[in-house]
């Protein structure tokens, strides 16, 4: 029988501050990566406790054979993790060499289980279907929807526009260009970077010959076409706040839809960027699908003339400039839009965050491949995020603030992204973390993508999932491959948001670190409103996962 150690790989800065909760009457936990690894990853386990664990033993059991594979003896204690954890001793376990195909749990002498996990090269294969799903409840219009009947047949109730279709943005069923636009690129581009040969593990459910994650994204594209119609009109919202005001209910019950959903015009750099760089990859993209081909002239042309607007109004959001310009070269070879692109690249500095908001982590991984500046921001910027990864307990790398799970999960991708541009995998361990914090290995020890591991938000901000729960069609309120927005800091909830679940309503109460605080509650919109960025942010990354799979089964 192999045996291992726990090991610290970590460096820790200490600090005093106020605790905001404990672990409370739980002896220990053990946090661990609910999906599970592939074959030769790094392979850890968090275990925190009540009481000193070192010296103890542990087990990894395999569950088929109900036979110990593992065992060792657990320490030291990491130290300098006060603020990232709500019990008092916290250890990391190692087990990389562990490489069996099968499935485990992880024992202590206590008699704390850990949840089960597989270790497989296909253990990822389902996770962009699950994500795919809950963009398919979101689909608004008559577009074959999951879940909901066709809805909101009359958007645009304020013009003669066609402004059916798209999705609904987030817990709500307002419709946002720049959502639409960015969700629209993600999925794209995680199949345009998975070519030639890994496009083909995508999945393709209804067998029509056209990945799953292409239709999708043709959701989109069916309806920036709208937004545009001519050079002088340009539709960047539809509905308004009075969407808040109704309450929870199915998208077809809208008492809004027919009278109040109106179009907002205007043009806005940041928007018209979004729209023109998702156009361009669609006309590189679509130009090799038969199905599609017709199409890709005109997001071609749709995407030259946002760019182009976009230049003439405001200023700054030169990370979207940059990313139009790049994807605009890629499209057509044309070095103006190359020179464009380097120039705009010259203006930004290193990604310190990334999400549908700020682009510059994507600006430099596209522009890299043609532009040293930009491949050596896009390392720079990997190695901060990977910094601060491995000062973490949990591998956490970015600001607990409002959807901040989306932004980490960016920082993973960007870390793929240069991985690949330089096969460096110096930073091949950034991905890893962020995708265990994400599947379970986080103080909450919740698998934030619901439908997925052993614990998973149960009462996502989403009304069409409330409306189903409610009717008895859904056991829980939530929707297969939603991501909520995630953990936020004590003092901006407790200044923001403090009254919005209500006292003893928080199931997560003796869990929350010093640092953050996750509720898993419908009113609770800060941290667990599931918006259509997360999963199509998570598509991109476990894009870069279908490269491992094998013939081995699940």
């Given at each position: ?19 905001y ?17 592939l ?16 010296g ?65 090269n ?36 304020n ?85 808040h ?102 203006k ?27 491949a ?60 265990d ?50 953990p ?41 409103e ?25």
């Open positions: 029988m192999k045996r291992l150690t726990l090991i610290l790989s970590l460096l820790f800065f200490t600090a005093v501050y106020t605790d909760s404990h672990g409370g009457d739980q002896k220990s936990v053990i946090r661990v990566n609910q999906l599970g690894f074959e030769k990853d790094v392979k850890r386990a968090i275990i925190s406790s009540n009481s000193r664990l070192d103890n033993k542990f087990f990894i059991k395999d569950l088929q054979k109900n036979t110990v594979v593992f065992d060792g003896k657990i320490g030291p204690v990491v130290a300098g993790v006060e603020r990232q954890s709500s019990f008092g001793f916290n250890y990391v376990l190692e087990f990389t060499a562990l490489e069996t195909v099968g499935s485990y749990r992880i024992e202590l002498e206590d008699k704390t289980i850990s949840p089960s996990f597989k270790i497989n296909n253990v990822y294969a389902k996770v962009i279907d699950g994500l795919l799903y809950f963009l398919r409840v979101a689909r608004c219009g008559n577009t074959s929807a999951e879940l909901h009947k066709p809805c909101h047949l009359f958007d645009a109730t013009s003669e526009l066609d402004l059916t279709g798209g999705w609904h943005d987030a817990g709500d069923y307002l419709k946002f260009t720049r959502s639409i636009a960015y969700v629209t690129y993600t999925l794209l581009l995680s199949y345009d970077v998975s070519k030639p040969n890994v496009s083909q593990y995508f999945s393709d459910l209804d067998q029509d010959g056209i990945a799953d994650v292409l239709e999708e994204a043709k959701i989109g594209l069916d309806y920036l076409i709208n937004v545009y119609p001519d050079p002088e009109t340009f539709v960047y919202i539809v509905g308004d706040r009075a969407d005001l109704q309450g929870v209910r199915m998208p077809e019950d809208d008492k809004l839809a027919k009278t109040k959903r109106p179009a907002w015009f205007g043009f806005r750099r940041n928007v018209l960027s979004q729209y023109a760089f998702a156009m361009a990859l669609a006309s590189t993209v679509f130009e090799e699908i038969p199905q599609y081909s017709k199409n890709a002239k005109q997001y071609l042309s749709l995407a030259k003339r946002a760019y182009s607007k976009a230049q003439s109004v405001e200023k700054e959001h030169y990370d979207k400039l940059c990313l139009a310009a790049t994807e605009l070269y890629r499209a057509t070879q044309d070095t103006k839009y190359l020179s464009e692109a380097k120039a705009f690249n010259d930004l500095s290193v990604g310190h965050w990334g999400n549908w908001a700020d682009n510059t982590l994507l600006a430099h991984a596209r522009l890299g491949e043609f532009y040293a500046p930009a050596k921001k896009l390392r720079d910027s990997v190695a901060i995020f990977y910094n601060l990864s491995n000062k973490h307990l949990f591998g956490y790398n970015t600001a607990y603030t409002f959807s901040g799970l989306y932004a980490a999960i960016t920082t993973g991708s960007a870390g793929w992204f240069y991985e690949l541009l330089s096969n460096d995998d110096s930073y091949a361990d950034l991905p890893t973390r962020i995708r914090y994400l599947l379970g290995t986080n103080p909450w020890g919740i698998c934030f993508i619901s439908g997925f591991g052993t614990n998973y938000p149960k009462n996502i901000h989403n009304r069409l999932a409330q409306s189903l729960k409610k009717a008895g069609v859904l056991e829980n309120g939530t929707i297969k491959g939603a991501i909520p927005g995630g936020v800091k004590p003092a901006e909830w407790e200044k923001r948001w403090n009254d919005l679940v209500p006292e003893g309503e928080d199931i997560n109460v003796e869990l929350h670190p010093p640092e953050a605080v996750y509720f898993d509650h419908f009113r609770a919109y800060p941290t667990n599931a918006s259509i960025y997360g999963p199509s942010e998570a598509i991109l990354f476990f894009s870069f996962y279908l490269r491992y799979l094998s013939d081995t089964p699940n």
